[in-house]
């Protein structure tokens, strides 16, 4: 898929958030920062809410740091705000959800499922130069875990402001981290 490491392309999205009136959002917009682009195919359906909730539950921890969260479908701003306003689950969300219905985004992340209209379930975390450093596509029907994406995240900030060190499976921040040399190879 070749994507890791590509810079974001061009959009311009209608955004709906709570307590705010309806904004346009553009790659601009996130230039300087991390963001987390979360598509979810529809909504107002079943394990989308699940996880959506789940991520809501690290928004404040990812605000802290640094990170902005949109979460993205298919629908638009305006289904959003009703899903908002309707679901007990998604009506405590504080971040902002993006509408696509010209699939602008579902596009240039390379998600879209044209014979559906529908984005899959896919999160993307771009750095503050605008690259895709992190990326998690699943099926249909299996839910994404924010506790993991929020470590992914964490050590995605290590290594960019320790270059030279890389983060072993399943680090957690503090841990140990590696310094990839020749007199590490076949020692791990």
């Not at 007990?88 to 879209?112: C, P, R």
């Not at 140990?176 to 590490?184: E, G, R």
């Amino acid at each position: 898929m070749g994507i890791i490491g590509s810079t974001i392309k061009p959009f311009k999205a209608t955004a709906f958030q709570a307590g705010k009136d309806f904004f346009d959002v553009t790659e601009g917009d996130i230039a300087g920062k991390w963001a987390v682009f979360f598509f979810y195919p529809a909504d107002f359906t079943f394990v989308c809410p699940t996880e959506l909730e789940d991520l809501g539950a690290k928004y404040d921890e990812l605000q802290g740091m640094g990170v902005e969260v949109f979460g993205v479908s298919t629908d638009t701003h305006f289904s959003h705000k009703a899903w908002h306003d309707t679901s007990e689950k998604i009506g405590k969300l504080k971040y902002a959800f993006l509408g696509d219905q010209l699939h602008t985004l579902s596009k240039n992340f390379g998600v879209l499922r044209e014979e559906m209209g529908l984005a899959d379930r896919a999160t993307f975390v771009v750095d503050p130069d605008g690259v895709i450093q992190i990326m998690e596509i699943t099926c249909e029907g299996v839910g994404r875990n924010a506790t993991e994406l929020t470590r992914k995240i964490k050590a995605a900030q290590y290594v960019r402001n320790n270059p030279g060190q890389v983060c072993p499976a399943a680090w957690e921040e503090g841990s140990d981290t590696l310094a990839p040399s020749l007199d590490l190879v076949g020692k791990i």
